[in-house]
């Protein structure tokens, strides 16, 4: 990242670093040789103060107050003359003669005003002056203090300049050796230190992009108990909170979208319904209006033509009456509001009693059914449902029996799928390849005129579809060379 809160704390922390290292330096330039002027003359008072004191009490060349003196000049690295009222030297403690000759000079022209102009005044009090000056012998700037002692003796105290100003190269120098160094030594350390700041930072942010990508697996870890640990402790509540909304929105939207395609599935099933059963309606209305309209005007007297005529009227009253009770049992199955109560029966002997009752049927319509078992066959599922399964099968090969008239009704046990499939075989007419998918639908009919004929009204395999489907299980429709056998299969286990 070019803007990384990593680097940036690094470079305002290395940049502070130096900031404060320059700023040192620079004031150690500019002010150091003041404040050691300053100091200085603090030193050469208190020196003062000292032989002052001693000349007052008689000990100025007392051994103990010289060796005290001593010391005093050397910490202070400070050259010292007194001389007498004979102005001859009195009291020193210099480097050598030299040194002391140059200083009785001098102070012997501060004493006759010769000396005056030279240099800068840098403090002045009724008994003593500090000036800075110039070495003429040996060059070189030093700080000097002249003046009277109480007992009236001359004095004149120096400290060289030389000495600051070389103290503060000397030190200007360690402080850029120091400010590399621990430049250096920061450096590394801030870019560790704040390895630990920013890792959790960097981590609450992939967090934060995985949450904006709706993956709420990702949970802040790095733990710890400052602000950002508590920040992160935040994100992972967030996570969860967002979690749980977002799949109550998503169970609410499929609830939403299931109830819409609910009530655009009653929509469309009102409409063909409407549209289906008035056209189912249509005609056994109209004959059975025919007819009663033919009875009442009396059009034949004749009581074989009116025992016809109700006929008529009762046989197209019956059909309505079956298409309206196939229409409640489809509606119930489709709609969910038929249970399915499953339980272990014997699919054998169902079709033997489905065959037994049909018997009187089979032989108006001279057809040879076959079915061998040998031995039970146990399924589990609603046998009042599959019963209805079968009796449509069976209803459906006899209304469409052609050629050799005969209804093969197998029963194939599948040991490696634990099923048990039925099927209702029948010679006939093959059904049209872009057929066998729509004959499944209400009121589809392949052969209208045929249908018609025997009193199909096209919803009996609608029925079969919503009871399989209720189960779910397979089925389905083959054809073969010489007819059609229709197929169902159930659980063994």
């Given at each position: 990242?070019?803007k990384?809160i990593r680097?940036?704390?690094?470079t305002?922390f290395i940049?502070?670093?130096g900031?404060?290292?320059?700023?040192?330096?620079?004031?150690?330039s500019?002010?150091?040789e003041?404040?050691?002027?300053r100091n200085?003359?603090?030193?050469l008072i208190?020196?003062y103060n000292a032989?002052d004191?001693?000349?007052?009490a008689?000990?100025l060349?007392?051994e103990?107050?010289?060796?005290?003196?001593?010391k005093?000049?050397?910490v202070?690295n400070?050259?010292?003359?007194?001389v007498?009222?004979?102005?001859?030297?009195?009291l020193t403690a210099?480097t050598?003669e030299?040194r002391?000759r140059e200083?009785?000079?001098?102070l012997?022209?501060?004493?006759?005003n010769?000396n005056q102009?030279?240099?800068?005044?840098?403090?002045?009090?009724q008994n003593?002056?500090?000036?800075?000056?110039e070495?003429?012998v040996?060059?070189?700037?030093y700080i000097?203090?002249?003046g009277?002692?109480s007992?009236g003796?001359a004095?004149?105290?120096?400290s060289?300049?030389?000495?600051?100003?070389?103290?503060?190269?000397?030190?200007?120098?360690f402080?850029?050796y120091i400010t590399l160094?621990?430049?250096c030594?920061g450096s590394?350390?801030v870019?560790?230190f704040?390895?630990k700041?920013?890792?959790?930072i960097l981590e609450l942010?992939r967090l934060?992009?995985?949450?904006?990508n709706?993956?709420f697996e990702?949970k802040?870890c790095s733990?710890g108990?400052?602000?950002?640990?508590v920040l992160?402790?935040?994100?992972?509540t967030m996570?969860?909170?967002?979690?749980?909304?977002?799949?109550?929105?998503?169970?609410?939207n499929y609830?939403l979208?299931?109830d819409i395609?609910?009530?655009?599935k009653?929509d469309?099933m009102?409409?063909?319904?409407i549209?289906n059963v008035?056209h189912e309606?249509k005609t056994p209305i109209?004959?059975i209006?025919?007819?009663?309209?033919?009875?009442?005007e009396g059009?034949s007297?004749?009581?074989?033509?009116?025992?016809f005529?109700?006929?008529?009227?009762?046989?197209?009253?019956?059909?309505?009456?079956?298409?309206?009770?196939?229409l409640?049992?489809?509606?119930q199955?489709?709609?969910?509001e038929?249970?399915?109560?499953f339980?272990?029966?014997?699919?054998?002997e169902?079709?033997q009693?489905i065959?037994?009752s049909?018997e009187?049927?089979i032989?108006?319509k001279?057809?040879?059914?076959r079915f061998k078992?040998?031995k039970?066959?146990?399924v589990?599922?609603?046998?009042?449902?599959?019963?209805?399964?079968?009796?449509n099968y069976?209803?459906?090969?006899?209304n469409?029996?052609?050629n050799?008239?005969?209804?093969?009704?197998r029963l194939?046990?599948?040991e490696?799928?634990?099923?048990?499939?039925?099927?209702?075989f029948?010679?006939g007419?093959?059904?049209?390849?872009e057929e066998?998918e729509?004959?499944w639908n209400k009121?589809?009919k392949v052969d209208?005129?045929r249908t018609r004929e025997y009193?199909?009204?096209?919803?009996?395999?609608?029925?079969v579809r919503?009871?399989?489907?209720?189960f779910?299980?397979?089925?389905?429709?083959?054809?073969?060379?010489n007819?059609?056998?229709?197929?169902?299969?159930?659980?063994?286990?």
């Amino acid at each position: 990242m070019k803007k990384s809160i990593r680097r940036q704390i690094a470079t305002i922390f290395i940049t502070l670093v130096g900031f404060v290292l320059l700023v040192s330096i620079l004031i150690n330039s500019w002010f150091l040789e003041s404040f050691y002027i300053r100091n200085k003359q603090s030193t050469l008072i208190g020196v003062y103060n000292a032989i002052d004191t001693a000349s007052t009490a008689g000990e100025l060349t007392s051994e103990r107050f010289v060796d005290r003196l001593n010391k005093l000049v050397e910490v202070g690295n400070v050259s010292l003359v007194v001389v007498n009222n004979d102005n001859k030297s009195y009291l020193t403690a210099t480097t050598n003669e030299v040194r002391t000759r140059e200083m009785i000079t001098q102070l012997m022209g501060y004493l006759v005003n010769q000396n005056q102009d030279k240099g800068k005044l840098l403090k002045s009090t009724q008994n003593y002056e500090i000036r800075s000056a110039e070495d003429v012998v040996g060059g070189g700037e030093y700080i000097e203090m002249w003046g009277y002692l109480s007992t009236g003796n001359a004095f004149i105290l120096r400290s060289s300049l030389e000495s600051i100003r070389e103290s503060a190269t000397i030190s200007n120098k360690f402080l850029i050796y120091i400010t590399l160094v621990m430049g250096c030594i920061g450096s590394v350390f801030v870019w560790f230190f704040t390895r630990k700041i920013t890792n959790p930072i960097l981590e609450l942010t992939r967090l934060s992009e995985r949450m904006a990508n709706l993956d709420f697996e990702a949970k802040y870890c790095s733990g710890g108990k400052n602000e950002i640990s508590v920040l992160g402790e935040n994100f992972n509540t967030m996570s969860e909170k967002l979690e749980e909304t977002v799949s109550e929105l998503k169970n609410a939207n499929y609830e939403l979208q299931k109830d819409i395609e609910k009530k655009e599935k009653i929509d469309t099933m009102r409409t063909e319904f409407i549209g289906n059963v008035s056209h189912e309606l249509k005609t056994p209305i109209a004959l059975i209006q025919g007819y009663a309209e033919g009875l009442k005007e009396g059009i034949s007297d004749d009581p074989e033509s009116r025992a016809f005529y109700c006929e008529v009227i009762m046989d197209e009253a019956n059909k309505m009456n079956q298409l309206v009770k196939n229409l409640l049992t489809l509606n119930q199955l489709e709609f969910g509001e038929e249970e399915v109560a499953f339980e272990r029966f014997d699919i054998v002997e169902l079709i033997q009693g489905i065959l037994q009752s049909n018997e009187i049927l089979i032989g108006q319509k001279q057809a040879e059914v076959r079915f061998k078992a040998e031995k039970p066959v146990y399924v589990w599922a609603d046998e009042f449902k599959a019963e209805q399964v079968l009796r449509n099968y069976l209803s459906n090969a006899l209304n469409h029996l052609d050629n050799e008239r005969i209804i093969d009704i197998r029963l194939t046990v599948r040991e490696d799928v634990q099923k048990a499939r039925v099927s209702v075989f029948n010679t006939g007419a093959q059904i049209p390849k872009e057929e066998k998918e729509r004959i499944w639908n209400k009121f589809y009919k392949v052969d209208k005129a045929r249908t018609r004929e025997y009193g199909g009204h096209g919803i009996g395999l609608s029925i079969v579809r919503a009871i399989m489907e209720s189960f779910h299980q397979e089925y389905g429709v083959d054809n073969y060379e010489n007819g059609v056998a229709f197929w169902f299969e159930l659980d063994l286990k």
